[in-house]
């Protein structure tokens, strides 16, 4: 089975900082672009960043230089490190997969079950 696992969401004060990560099954995370993806209430999804396979980075521009995307490929995951947090950045977070790196998310094919991020 085709699986995406995240983790790491919480509840943080503005600046501070927190590390979400993804486990993805060996079938999909080999070839794949894994991106993180946030949705707010009454808001579309949006894609924050995404890495690929040879470690090719994206990011949207309202988190460029907070937010780091990295991958361990010993461990099949791949972590979204986010600091100087601002309540804007309050959503539920997903990752998912691609074929290539992208940040909209009708391009992503498998998706976890989201973690909730919370800035106060």
């Known amino acids: 089975d085709v699986q995406l696992v995240e983790s790491g969401g919480g509840s943080v004060q503005a600046g501070g900082s927190l590390r979400l990560s993804c486990g993805a099954s060996g079938s999909i995370y080999g070839d794949a672009c894994v991106g993180w993806l946030r949705q707010a209430p009454g808001k579309e999804r949006e894609g924050v960043a995404a890495?690929?396979?040879?470690?090719?980075?994206s990011y949207t521009d309202s988190v460029k230089g907070r937010f780091t995307v990295s991958r361990d490929n010993a461990n099949n995951t791949v972590y979204l490190q986010m600091s100087s947090l601002k309540p804007e950045d309050t959503a539920m977070y997903y990752c998912a997969a691609a074929p290539f790196v992208t940040l909209s998310h009708y391009e992503y094919n498998y998706w976890g079950q989201g973690t909730q991020v919370t800035v106060s």
């Open positions: 890495i690929d396979s040879d470690g090719i980075e």
